[in-house]
């Protein structure tokens, strides 16, 4: 890599460097976003440094996205019912979106992630047309409505552009579902051709599930992604009545169903991953598909815990989404991996703060596309997000545990400042292209309700 002269340099106070927390750490980021050097030792801010307080750990990746489900929160927390009677009110959200109301949600939803720390988002995005399936002028208007929107609030986007064909095993979609889909898997993947990427945005496809693909339009999918090495992402075994269906369909699980097709491997990652069998397990990790787990959603919709241990030990890379968005705090669903496995298993310690740290960071940054990004070394992204040591929640442990800290008791809120690309886009807990946030976001979900 050729050196260049810094174009600005932060002193972090205390920088999680993947191992261990290193007080005094000044990075040097260069022209292009990337970091040019990473020094120790750095006593005090030098003339010029922007000093950030508190730990800085590298921005984390949200993997696992459905903008619009923000509108929802609150709304599905009252009264009882399952996943699928949550899915009937989140159609009657979905059924009042357009690409303007959209782009002005998922601005401010995007704009709450960076103020989470968050700097990439997984956007698994399916509501591609009108209601009752009309095509927009533009095919892609919707997805453009989001990239755009994730450039306002200053992250990155991997536009995860999902094919939703069906309404389940040998249905047609229903009323709601008919603008999910793009009639075939050839209509779906001419239309996602035509997207195009930015600096802030990669193009990645998505199945939405086995139930909304037909089984012989899997492979169309899978290798419109192989060919341009890209993120395929898929639900997977969220719910035992989807496995149960699966098998009465086609006599096997998804997992097999999704390996018998080419979905599996390397690039290729599972949300959810709930109500799997150890040859499914087996299947995921062996192929090295990832495994995107989201806590807070699956513990709202009362999924179930997933088999991360085992997924993990099998080969299967974790890493983290907020998915419905229940709640929006990448240090919430990294701790609630742990404390859901400790209370399946009535053990503690299943995974260390830095393996979690490296699970919303450097692992979903992968599962998206952005290799260059999850940590703070040379060349990298200059993505970082600074977390404060002296909340309520963060103070009083000594420096070197300042991890154990943030992860297993830091929450958004604690996120003081963030870094994209080397640019400021969190100040002082101000988001400083949406200093009203809040009012953003009542005023783009007030404008929803029927």
């Not at 002269?5 to 976003?33: C, F, I, K, M």
């Amino acid at each position: 890599m050729t050196t260049q002269e810094p174009s600005r340099t932060y002193w972090l106070e205390h920088a999680w460097l993947g191992s261990h927390v290193e007080p005094g750490v000044a990075v040097d980021v260069a022209a292009d976003g990337r970091i040019a050097a990473v020094r120790r030792g750095a006593e005090r801010p030098g003339p010029g440094d922007e000093a950030l307080h508190g730990l800085t750990v590298p921005g984390l990746a949200n993997a696992h996205s459905h903008a619009f489900h923000r509108a929802l929160r609150g709304t599905v927390q009252v009264g009882s019912g399952t996943f699928w009677t949550w899915r009937e009110v989140m159609y009657q959200v979905a059924s009042r979106l357009d690409p303007d109301s959209y782009f002005r949600l998922a601005r401010a939803v995007y704009a709450e992630m960076a103020l989470a720390g968050i700097t990439a988002v997984g956007e698994f995005h399916y509501l591609h047309h009108a209601p009752g399936g009309a095509r927009y002028d533009d095919p892609n208007a919707m997805g453009e409505a989001l990239i755009a929107a994730a450039a306002e609030a200053g992250i990155r986007i991997t536009l995860l552009d999902t094919a939703y064909l069906a309404g389940g095993f040998g249905k047609p979609p229903n009323t709601h579902q008919q603008r999910f889909s793009d009639g075939s898997a050839e209509e779906w993947a001419e239309r996602v051709s035509a997207l195009k990427g930015a600096g802030h945005a990669r193009i990645g496809a998505a199945v939405h599930s086995v139930r909304a693909v037909p089984a012989g339009e899997l492979g169309t999918v899978a290798e419109w992604a192989r060919q341009r090495d890209a993120p395929l992402h898929v639900h997977l075994s969220e719910q035992t009545a989807e496995n149960d269906a699966c098998v009465a369909a086609h006599g096997c699980t998804p997992t097999r169903l999704l390996a018998d097709h080419g979905v599996l491997g390397p690039r290729t990652t599972g949300v959810h991953n709930t109500h799997l069998t150890d040859e499914d397990i087996a299947l995921i990790g062996g192929s090295r598909t990832g495994t995107c787990m989201c806590p807070t959603t699956e513990r709202d919709l009362a999924d179930g815990i997933g088999p991360a241990p085992a997924l993990e030990r099998a080969g299967s890379p974790l890493s983290l989404g907020s998915d419905s968005h229940a709640v929006i705090d990448l240090l919430e669903e990294a701790r609630a991996l742990e404390l859901n496995e400790r209370l399946r298993s009535r053990t503690r310690g299943h995974w260390t703060a830095a393996a979690l740290l490296r699970a919303a960071s450097g692992a979903g940054h992968s599962a998206l596309g952005w290799d260059s990004a999850g940590a703070l070394e040379v060349g990298r992204l200059a993505d970082f997000a600074c977390v404060a040591l002296d909340s309520v929640r963060t103070a009083g442990p000594v420096p070197r545990l300042a991890a154990e800290a943030v992860v297993f008791a830091g929450a958004a809120g604690d996120v003081r400042h963030v870094v994209v690309a080397g640019r400021t886009v969190v100040r002082s807990g101000v988001h400083l292209s949406v200093p009203d946030v809040a009012g953003e976001l009542a005023s783009a979900i007030a404008a929803l309700r029927p």
